[in-house]
T-cell receptor, first 114, second 110 residues
Framework: AQKITQTQPGMFVQEKEAVTLDCTYD???????LFWYKQPSSGEMIFLIY??????QNATEGRYSLNFQKARKSANLVISASQLGDSAMYFC???????????FGAGTRLTVKP | NAGVTQTPKFRVLKTGQSMTLLCAQD?????MYWYRQDPGMGLRLIHY???????AKGEVPDGYNVSRLKKQNFLLGLESAAPSQTSVYFC?????????FGAGTRLSVL
């Protein structure tokens, strides 16, 4: 089964600055998708961004971009111009194209300082 | 837009009691999922369904049963609750790759 690793339990960033949240994964299957979800203190899981393993370009969604380095098996989330509302837990996840068994990392708690 | 709705939001059980968590989605999604989230960990898949009348085991299926009698509903059952099942339970649904989550159910088993 795929394994997702988020090595940063907690991160701090100054408001309006950019921050990178790390995610590495382990798989031998070439066909997979990578996801980032945000979980604010209210508890819901909010989808942020998706990257397919065959996508040629890095995914972007507004202030979120995914720095996909396939050879290094990393899928880091970059948040530009951080806002106070970005303070939350962030989870990296992965699933294969041929099944729906999504595996999550342990998460990174991001705190945005004013 | 209701999206994915979970009921109840909170529940306290005694060891050995049974209960059913209900997940309903109004997006006509084929796939539905049940996860649990424990402190310091990401979500772990319990069971999932790829369509009405079908279910499959995920990463941590023991102690749980599921049913998908209607496309819009996915039920998670605990037949004999144990303290180890104290957790936050999330339901999700998807049409393609992206899963959309409910607000979660916080379950405590005493």
């Amino acid at each position: 089964a795929q394994k997702i690793t988020q090595t940063q339990p907690g991160m701090f960033v100054q408001e309006k600055e950019a921050v990178t949240l790390d995610c590495t994964y382990d798989t031998s299957d070439p066909s997979y998708g990578l996801f980032w979800y945000k979980q604010p203190s209210s508890g819901e899981m909010i989808f942020l961004i998706y990257q397919g393993s065959y996508d040629q370009q890095n995914a972007t969604e507004g202030r979120y971009s995914l720095n996909f380095q396939k050879a290094r098996k990393s899928a880091n989330l970059v948040i530009s111009a951080s806002q106070l509302g970005d303070s939350a837990m962030y989870f990296c996840a992965m699933s294969y194209y041929n099944n729906n068994d999504m595996r999550f990392g342990a998460g990174t708690r991001l705190t945005v300082k004013p | 837009n209701a999206g994915v709705t979970q009921t109840p939001k909170f529940r306290v059980l005694k060891t050995g009691q049974s209960m059913t968590l209900l997940c309903a989605q109004d997006m006509n999604h084929e796939y539905m999922y049940w996860y649990r989230q424990d402190p310091g960990m990401g979500l772990r898949l319990i069971h999932y369904s790829v369509g009405e009348g079908t279910t499959a085991k995920g990463e941590v299926p023991d102690g749980y049963n599921v049913s998908r009698l209607k496309k819009q509903n996915f039920l998670l059952g605990l037949e004999s609750a144990a303290p180890s099942q104290t957790s936050v339970y999330f339901c999700a649904s998807s049409l393609g790759n992206i899963q959309y989550f409910g607000a979660g159910t916080r379950l405590s088993v005493l």
